[in-house]
């Protein structure tokens, strides 16, 4: 059993931020391959994946249907571009394959569709993941696996109705292997969030779930958040994660219209160059 | 004075009161095929005891997850325990299962084949509260979902034969529910359901009568009373709406006088339309006299009262036939 990357007791910071600045690389890179794409949230959403995927994940890259593995749900199928990024990197899929995204008959698509591997639901529809992770999360429980479930979802996806109908079931059955990331990127496909979302994490704790909020581009934050959720509390758990879109290239950081950027061809170097120079 | 009809609490019975009847075939058939299907869990949305599941909860209490009032949870939820290799049996109505939950039923369960099994009660005109709950129209909204198989059984025997059937098949399936004291009409010895096979449970020439769910009931009522006009009817029984059985029912076509078809829904985007789509596929251009709901919803009243209004009782059917034969 080659499973990855078993919790450790110690929070390796520094090699994760490396780990997602590998995934940042592999975002421009595509992005620029494609001109344009949901780059911002991917960059925004990048250090939880290197998190998730190099230390708090248990799965095997080679065996990604493993049937005691923990399940990542991304909620948010348009983020597909970190996905893909983070699934090359942990080596689930090559990393010679994400030069493909968005192309046509590519497996990596520019919103998900389960057919990838490593891929958990379909999941472009939003208000899709945090209904289908209870499930999975009370599947789990009724075969006494040590499955954990983890569903990504955003501020702006907190909108569908779907999403507390989730959140009241999955408090009432106490799925406390349930955790649900909420990036809070403060964007939707209209602009700036159009609704009052906040107080976001007492939404959360309200409905029972044990809830926390970090820095979402901070990795010790991040690391630590997800060592909390490992409780068995009787209570499923929630990180708020407040991320910058953009994150790790100021001028992505800075756009106003970030939630499909379009980018010149001649931009993307200036754009690279800046990820090298302000990571960290 | 006449006494007028009234309208009855949700879960009236669906007998006629002509036929023997099984009381919740449903919930007793589910528990009995969970007892070799162990993967088998049971869900509703506030409607266990309408839907007829709690014979299942009963005997299977781990089982049975009731998610509240929130359909595409119940679907979401159904969806992610498939994915954990278990074959949930979701209940609720037919118009909160398509109408609240469509993209739900799409995308978490059809598109990826995820081995949901969503059951529908109160299908068409089997309810007096109106169009709140008649799902009238739950043939069209769920065969345009690729993968997903559709069925409307016709009684006590076959909701017991499906129900085994749709356990051992690796898919998804949305079923309409008869529920409460159901009509046996089928013999259990001699009827064998099969998911996409239509059945000839009658033998006739001069009219043949193309029917599925509860229809196939007062078909076959209807034939017995053109029977004694001296007209011979026969009733080809379609339990599944999709995959449709298009063979089957042109041989059927083919071989008999005035085509009728028989449905508990809207005449358009069910029944009807398949049966002369597939007729027309296959070259053959017939009149058909499609019995079922006009383009209209349906008001609040007594079943009884409405069943007879809107022409889905047995002597309305032979009055219709008899019209169109002139």
Redesign the interface.
Known sequence: MAVKNLPADTSPVSFLQGVALNLRRHMVAMARRQGAGYIAQGLGIADTLAALYFHELRYDPARPDWVGRDRFLLSTGHYSIALWAALAEAGVIPVAELDSYGADDSRLDMSTLDTTPGVEMIGGSLGHGLGQAVGMALGLRLQQSEGRVFCELSDGEMQEGATWEAAMAGASFGLDTLVALIDCNGIQADGAIVLRMEPVADKWRAFGWETTEIDGNDMAQIVNALHGARSRSGKPKAIVLRTTPGKGIPTLEHRERAHFVRVDLGEWDALARELETFHG | MVERGRTLAMGQDETTGTRPTVEAPFGKALADVARTHDKI?GLTADLGKYTDILPFRDAHP??F?N??M?E??L????????????I?FATTYGVFATRRAY??IA??CA??RVNVKIIAGLPGLTTGYGGTHQAIEDFGLMRLIPNLVVIDPCDATEIAQATQALADYDGPVYMRLLRGLVPVVLDPARYRFRIGVATRIREGSDIGIVSTGLMTERALDTADALARRGLSVGVLHVPTIKPFDADAVAEFAAAVGQLVTAENHVTSGGLASLVAEALFERGVARSLLRIGLPDSFVPCGSVATLQDRYGLTAPRMAAAILAARG
Do not use: K
């Open positions: 869990v781990g089982r997850f998610v509240g929130a595409q949870n679907v979401a939820i159904a969806a992610g325990l498939a994915r954990t290799g278990h949930p993209d739900f995308i978490a598109h990826s």
